[in-house]
């Protein structure tokens, strides 16, 4: 309770008042400290190579696979941490599918990965600009695009079918990955996955200056991957 005495006689009505107002500015400081922190955090880059991240990354899977995990990253300390800035060390693009999700299957924590997620993985400006971002920005030393199983965007485009509304941009995407496997052996569903996630690697490395010149310094590895759903293990792919 307020007391009288130390207010100087101050009402209790105007007490109540001077004490929301001071509630108020608690409330928008941290906002405005938020933002500075944000800005600020852009400064350094993680200390890790591209080949650890890429180690700590498959150490990750491996837990995960072998029900493991250590769940890293998570705790309350982590968040406070995180509050001052980030520095991913992993830019993941993989499918928006359910059933692939990187910080599960990596066995990774807050902060630890630059996540983006559209179906099929492709590629298009706002996907390369947001790597771009991790990469100039925050200078995370590692991109992996991750393909799965069974993509059903993938199969869409297998498929040859007429597909509703803006899912034609996808499987447009993803078509020249499928017309480059026809005729090869094996299953052209899988060979239609890794396709399209060697064919976005290195189209990623041609499109993007920026990406290119940090490939180039040694200091950005790109890599691709395939997820397997039934085993959950992360394989490389040429």
């Given at each position: 309770?307020?007391d009288?005495k130390?207010?100087g006689?101050?009402s ?7 004490t ?14 938020k933002?500075e922190?944000a800005n600020a955090?852009t400064?350094?880059?993680p ?9 700590k990354?498959?150490?990750g899977?491996r ?20 509050a ?6 992993a830019?993941?693009?993989c ?14 924590g807050?902060?630890d990965?630059?996540?983006i997620r559209?179906?099929g993985?492709?590629?298009d ?8 971002y ?6 995370t ?14 199969k869409a485009?297998l ?10 941009s996808?499987v ?6 499928v017309?480059?496997i026809?005729?090869?052996p094996g299953d052209?569903w899988?060979?239609a996955v ?5 064919m976005?690697?290195n ?7 920026i ?5 180039k ?5 790109v ?5 397997d759903?039934d085993?959950?293990?992360v394989?490389?792919?040429?």
């Amino acid at each position: 309770m307020i007391d009288p005495k130390k207010t100087g006689g101050m009402s209790r009505r105007n007490a109540i008042l001077m004490t929301g107002a001071g509630a108020l500015v608690a409330a928008i400081a941290p906002g405005v400290l938020k933002v500075e922190a944000a800005n600020a955090s852009t400064e350094a880059s993680p200390n890790i190579t591209s080949d650890a991240a890429l180690q700590k990354l498959m150490d990750g899977n491996r837990r995960y696979i072998e029900q493991k995990r250590t769940f890293p990253d998570q705790a309350r300390s982590r968040i406070v941490e995180l509050a001052k800035g980030q520095h991913p060390f992993a830019i993941v693009l993989c499918c928006s599918d359910s059933r692939v999700v990187p910080e599960i299957l990596f066995d990774q924590g807050l902060g630890d990965l630059f996540d983006i997620r559209v179906a099929g993985n492709v590629l298009d400006d706002a996907v390369i600009g947001t790597m771009e971002y991790g990469v100039a920005e925050l200078g995370t030393p590692l991109v992996i695009i991750l393909g799965h199983e069974h993509c059903g965007a993938v199969k869409a485009a297998l498929d040859g079918k007429p597909v509703p509304g803006k899912v034609g941009s996808l499987v447009a995407a993803i078509q020249p990955a499928v017309d480059s496997i026809k005729g090869q052996p094996g299953d052209a569903w899988d060979n239609a996955v890794k396709a399209n996630v060697k064919m976005n690697v290195n189209k990623l490395k041609q499109s993007s200056p920026i990406i290119a010149e940090a490939v180039k310094a040694g200091k950005l590895k790109v890599v691709g991957g395939r997820y397997d759903l039934d085993t959950g293990t992360v394989e490389m792919v040429g």
